[in-house]
Nanobody, 121 residues
Framework: QVQLVESGGGLVQPGGSVRLSCVAS????????MGWYRQAPGKQRELVAT??????NYADSVKGRFTISRDNAKNTVYLQMNSLKPEDTAVYYC????????????????WGQGTQVTVSS
């Protein structure tokens, strides 16, 4: 059906920058929204940033440091992460709300496998 593949994670020093990418492929009629979530050890998954209909929103903890952007022609979403802190360490998951059937307008949720981001000196 639909696959989301993330890339760009790794080890970075505090204050550094990383750009994550996520490419959606498969039987896609329309992508209504794309976003990023993260999950740290012992914590629940939380929203980081979303992009829908030309609008974006961010978690308060990342506002001013992270930027989400999309290339709709390539079904790709990016997360530019600047001024990274140790508390940003988590597995980052790409999410997409995708319409996959011609006669069904309601989107379905798809998730990537996750990519590890570790912020440590």
């Amino acid at each position: 059906q639909v696959q989301l593949v993330e890339s760009g994670g790794g080890l970075v020093q505090p204050g550094g920058s990383v750009r994550l990418s996520c490419v959606a492929s498969g039987s896609i009629l329309r992508i209504n929204a794309m976003g990023w979530y993260r999950q740290a050890p012992g914590k629940q998954r939380e929203l980081v940033a979303t992009s829908s209909g030309g609008s974006t929103n961010y978690a308060d903890s990342v506002k001013g440091r992270f930027t989400i952007s999309r290339d709709n022609a390539k079904n790709t979403v990016y997360l530019q992460m600047n001024s990274l802190k140790p508390e940003d360490t988590a597995v980052y998951y790409c999410h997409a709300a995708v319409v996959v059937e011609f006669f069904v307008s309601r989107p379905s949720d798809y998730w990537g496998q996750g990519t590890q981001v570790t912020v440590s000196s």
